[in-house]
Structures are given as structure tokens and as C-alpha cells.
């Protein structure tokens, strides 16, 4: 039988890209070699090219990025660093294709994000990219269970029921399958994204803050299951974050300040 709820259309455009963002399975990944930076070989998966973003209209037009070139391979761990204010999220939002840049080129598993429409994005995201954001974009009409699936469902996955509740379980929400968002604490919000960005296994993941709203045991445990699905499956993992010690986990770490890349150098 259905479950109650599944079908439901998204009614925000943050949840709408982060459901789509997975909505089929996702490509096979290999696993990292033993490269320093923990990359699985030349296979270049984001290629940003004098990207900037800006916001407003002269005169009160305001710089986000400033001229960003970057390129990250198939199976790095990559930490964006920086503090509030210095364009990490907006970079996040233009890599994962949730937002369009204002000048310059950004291609993601070869495909040119920059001259895609948005319905071309939608698809172009699917099976490509899972996104985890500080803020959790749960529909409150579905339990925990039914968050996790709908992704898997609408890709038309075996049992996505039962993959949903593994997810769950591995982040430590087993006994809260049935909850409703306004059901959970905070911290539970964001292992249920967690799991749901998880759960379709994205060949690029994006994590925006993911621990930014749990306890220090708890985000932890979090990063150590972010580490191992890198680990295990070659996916490039792109941390964004302005903790050094979660940055130093990573094995590249890119410095932000004011919009432009200040430093781009393998973890210590």
C-alpha cells in the first residue's frame, strides 16, 4: 500500500531542488586511490571559471563572488573554510546548480550548469548531487520515513521504504521513523536530511554547515558517516563549513574571504 503523503508536489523551491537533486539512481562511483587530497584520478566533476554573483541593482548592487576558478576530481574531500559572510553558501548554491551565476562558467560531470534552464537543471542534478543544508527543508506533512523515500520513490527505486529506514537508523533515528517534523528536535531535523540526501548515493555530495545544528558527539557521528560514504564509494564530498578541525578532516581545504579564493592547499 502507498504510503500517506508520497506523491505530495513541494510546494517551496529550496525543498523542490534538494528532492529533484536525487530523484534517480545515481552513478556508480569509484573508490579513491591513495592520492594525498583523496581524489580517484583525473576525472574533473566541478570546473568553475571566473564565476562571480552579484545581488541588487546600481547603485545598491552588492559583490558576492569575485572571479572564482576552481576544479574538484572525482572523489575528492574538499572543505570550503571561511567565516559568516564570505560567499561560502552562495559558492555551494551556484556549484549544486540551486542558484545561477551572474558572469563567468561553472560545468558539473561535464555539463555546462551555467546555460542550463531550470527544468534542464532539475534532471541535470538527478542521481548527480545530494545536498545537505544547515537549514533542514523537511515537509511537514510527511514523517521522517516518508522524507527519506519520496526521493527514491519518485526514481522509481526498489524498496525505497526499506532503504529509507537504513539511512535513518545509521544516523540514529531508528525509533523515530513515524515523527513528523514538528515531532522532532532540531538536531533529529537535520540527521532526516541527512539521511535523505544519503540514501540515493549521489556521486557529489554537498554539505552546507551539516553539523551546524547538533550536539558535539552527535555532529561527530555525523561526519564520521559523511567520511565513510566517501571513503567507501568514491564520492566527491564538498564540506562547507567555518570550524578549521571539521576543514582539516577534509583533504583539500579552500580558504574564502570577501568572495575570492585566498588559499587552495591539501589538509595537514
Do not use: W
Amino acid at each position: 500500500m502507498r504510503q500517506p503523503g508520497i506523491g505530495q508536489r513541494p510546494s517551496s523551491p529550496c525543498i523542490r531542488a534538494i528532492v529533484t537533486a536525487s530523484a534517480s539512481p545515481s552513478p556508480t562511483g569509484t573508490s579513491p586511490d591513495d592520492r594525498p587530497d583523496g581524489s580517484s584520478g583525473d576525472t574533473i566533476v566541478i570546473d568553475a571559471r571566473n564565476l562571480t554573483l552579484a545581488l541588487g541593482r546600481p547603485p545598491a548592487r552588492t559583490q558576492i563572488l569575485r572571479g572564482i576558478d576552481l576544479t574538484v576530481r572525482q572523489g575528492e574531500s574538499v572543505a570550503l573554510l571561511g567565516p559568516s559572510g564570505s560567499g561560502k553558501s552562495s559558492l555551494m548554491a551556484l556549484l549544486s546548480g540551486m542558484e545561477r551565476p551572474t558572469g563567468g562558467s561553472v560545468s558539473v560531470a561535464g555539463l555546462e550548469f551555467d546555460r542550463l534552464s531550470e527544468d534542464q537543471l532539475a534532471i541535470a542534478r538527478r542521481g548527480r548531487i545530494g545536498i545537505i543544508l544547515q537549514a533542514f527543508h523537511l515537509l511537514p506533512t510527511m514523517t521522517a520515513l516518508e522524507n527519506v523515500a519520496v526521493p527514491m520513490e519518485l526514481a522509481g527505486m526498489a524498496k525505497p521504504f526499506a532503504r529509507a529506514e537504513e539511512e535513518l537508523t545509521a544516523v540514529g533515528l531508528g525509533h523515530r521513523l513515524t515523527h513528523y517534523p514538528s515531532q522532532l528536535s532540531g538536531g533529529e531535523q537535520q540527521r532526516v536530511a541527512i539521511a535523505r540526501a544519503l540514501a540515493p548515493r549521489p556521486a557529489l555530495l554537498f554539505a552546507d554547515e551539516p553539523t551546524g545544528n547538533l550536539d558535539g558527539a552527535t555532529g561527530a557521528a555525523i561526519m564520521d558517516l559523511l567520511f565513510a560514504r566517501h571513503a567507501a564509494a568514491g564520492t566527491t564530498l564538498f564540506v562547507i563549513t567555518h570550524d578549521p578541525a571539521l576543514a582539516a578532516r577534509c583533504g583539500r581545504v579552500i580558504a574564502l574571504a570577501d568572495g575570492r579564493i585566498v588559499s587552495d592547499n591539501a589538509a595537514a
